[in-house]
């Protein structure tokens, strides 16, 4: 039986990570909680899409009798 002693570092070598692991670059809260501009919005070119379904709605309701 393994002794209470030895338990600790055993589960402290199984949970540690490979020694090739990427972590992620540590960074100051301040930086973090920096409110930043988004990337360019997707939404004029959704709104091109949303007038032409529209307008080919529009044409498919007119030709309906």
Do not use: Q
């Not at 990427?22 to 973090?32: E, G, S, V």
């Not at 360019?40 to 949303?50: Q, Y």
């Amino acid at each position: 039986m393994l002794r209470p002693a030895l338990l600790l570092p055993l589960a402290l070598a199984a949970c540690s990570a490979a020694s090739g692991a990427d972590f992620p670059k540590l960074m100051p809260t301040d930086t973090l909680l920096v409110e930043e501009p988004l990337s360019p919005s997707p939404a004029p070119g959704l709104e091109a899409r949303a007038d032409a379904l529209r307008a080919r709605a529009a044409a498919l309701r007119s030709a309906t009798p």
